[in-house]
């Protein structure tokens, strides 16, 4: 029964833990200025939960780097559902948010090693 009992609190105190994360993060969206370098932007955001590179059909690189500002679910692994995209054209950032990757740029996935 005590097993069960610290194992609960344990079970707790994570799942707390968790929301201040979120809450820094999304304070730090707000620091962010379009034309930021991306080095810049993740001296501010940290490392992101995932990031894509695309080539823009004008040939421009485009990468997205997600970070996670939602708990929807309560699992390990983040879901792009529970991350706010930060979006760069070569290197500088243009803007974030669902909408601006839904806004029909043509983009083409560029093949990582």
Do not use: H
């Amino acid at each position: 029964m005590m097993k069960k009992i610290l194992i609960l609190i344990a079970i707790a105190i994570l799942l707390c833990s968790c929301t201040p994360a979120l809450v820094k993060t999304n304070s730090n969206l707000i620091t962010l200025k379009p034309g930021m370098a991306q080095d810049d932007v993740t001296a501010v955001m940290g490392v992101p939960v995932l990031s894509e590179l695309y080539e823009a059909a004008d040939g421009k690189m485009v990468s997205i780097l997600y970070y996670r500002t939602e708990e929807k679910k309560t699992t390990v692994l983040s879901a792009k559902e529970e991350c706010t995209p930060v979006v760069f054209i070569n290197g500088k950032l243009v803007g974030w948010g669902d909408r601006l990757t839904a806004s029909g740029i043509n983009l083409l996935k560029v093949k990582t090693r």
